[in-house]
């Protein structure tokens, strides 16, 4: 089955405690991007990639980094989490070109206390 | 910048009632609209979609058309379900950035 995996699904942390996101897609998409969702204020982008070794910033990437060593993977990383970082997040890959929709994760509810 | 407006909710509804959940967009050249829909506890699906102006997009009894003229890309149902009670997200994407802008989302509940 095509599709996006997230996890965890639920992650409670604490204040300055390094946590990873993990992301995979077995579709051989080339573009995949990382979303924060919250309340009144709909999707936000925090970082994309085009494709192997190729990311960058989006709208809000504050606290985060990325990496894309693999064609499959996009782990999201926050260094030092912050309780303003907590939200629902989503990883989202789509093929390169075309006009087709992305194809999303369940989403990752992250609290940080 | 592109962006994405939709119509304030929530939106609550009874069942068999017609629905219509307005979005307008503000973007440069000829971008792709999308609806997505999300579920209680789940991720985003692709509902519909529409890639040039006056195409329409139409998926699950749903329907939206591309005006250009208007900028806007309103979603509309005959007859609503119980089942369609979910987050509603309008969307546009150009393909050179390949980015999804994204509107704020609406709440739609719809009673028996």
């Known amino acids: 089955e095509a599709q996006v995996t997230q996890n965890p699904r639920y992650l409670i942390t604490v204040t300055g405690k390094k946590l990873t996101v993990t992301c995979s897609q077995n579709?051989?998409?080339?573009?995949m991007s990382w979303y924060r969702q919250d309340p009144g204020l709909g999707l936000r982008q925090i970082y994309y990639?085009?494709?192997?070794?190729?990311?960058d910033k989006g709208d809000v990437p504050e606290g985060y980094k990325v990496s894309r060593k693999e064609k499959r993977n996009f782990p999201l990383i926050l260094e030092s989490p912050s309780p303003n970082q907590t939200s629902l997040y989503f990883c989202a890959s789509r093929m390169t070109g075309g006009t087709n929709g992305y194809t999303f994760g369940s989403g990752t509810r992250l609290t940080v206390v | 910048g592109d962006s994405v407006t939709q119509m304030e909710g929530p939106v609550t509804l009874s069942e068999e009632a017609f629905l219509t959940i307005n979005c307008t967009y503000t973007a440069t050249g000829y971008p792709s609209l999308f609806w997505y829909v999300q579920y209680p506890g789940e991720g985003l699906q692709l509902l519909l979609k529409?890639?040039?102006?006056?195409d329409k997009g139409s998926n699950k009894g749903f329907e939206a058309t591309y005006r250009k003229e208007t900028t806007s890309f309103h979603l509309e149902k005959g007859s609503v379900q119980v089942s369609d009670s979910a987050v509603y997200f309008c969307a546009l994407s150009h393909q050179a950035t390949q980015k999804l802008v994204f509107g704020q989302g609406t709440r739609l509940t719809i009673n028996p």
């Open positions: 529409a890639t040039k102006a006056d």
């Open positions: 990639s085009m494709n192997v070794e190729v990311t």
């Open positions: 579709m051989n998409h080339e573009y």
